[in-house]
């Protein structure tokens, strides 16, 4: 998985563009437009400074390649930032993502089947094999709890008399 670039806050004031520059103080980074601040958030508030200069880049007040060289941040990044404040405005920086996982093989349906089978008294091979099911994402379900393999009868064994 890739890992974000953080965006680099020098001390002192740094240029962005010449009438556009940011200060890093006492853990906060202040903007400023000549010499009006126009905004600040905390060091490590990395949707804050996504937000903000995608605000700057959309409203015509820079260019991204003043931000990606002021930052130190990959291209894509800023281009990310861009589409999503394009999109969805300042409030798509800060909304919570939906991290729901649904199962998409092992469906209610398909587990309540499986069971079934196996208190049929098929071994997980069978179902797994009926079902269409790879056999590592069946035996996942079964060390998990999801379903539950009955102990299968020991094989009786017949002793040959010489």
Known sequence: ?????????????TMITSVLCFEKRDGQVYYFHGNL???SHG????????????????????????IIRAFGIPPI???????LYREK????????????????????QVLEKAQSLLDKGKNRFE??????????????????????????EEKKTKVKEV
């Not at 998985?1 to 004031?13: I, T």
């Not at 990395?46 to 820079?62: A, D, E, R, Y």
């Not at 409030?91 to 209610?108: C, M, Q, S, Y």
């Open 77 to 83: 990044s800023m281009k990310r930032a861009v589409k």
């Open 1 to 13: 998985m890739a890992q974000m670039v953080l965006p680099v806050f020098p001390k002192g004031v």
């Open 89 to 108: 405005g300042p409030p798509g920086f800060f909304e919570k993502k939906n991290t729901i996982k649904k199962p998409r093989v092992l469906t209610l």
């Open 43 to 66: 060091e490590d508030d990395i949707k804050s400074f996504k937000m903000f200069t995608s605000q700057l880049i959309v409203n015509g007040s820079c260019k991204q390649v003043d």
């Open 127 to 152: 179902v797994a094999k009926e079902l269409n099911i790879k056999p590592d994402t069946f035996y996942k379900a079964i060390r998990s709890g999801k379903l539950i393999e009955r102990p299968l």
């Open 37 to 39: 601040p126009v905004f």
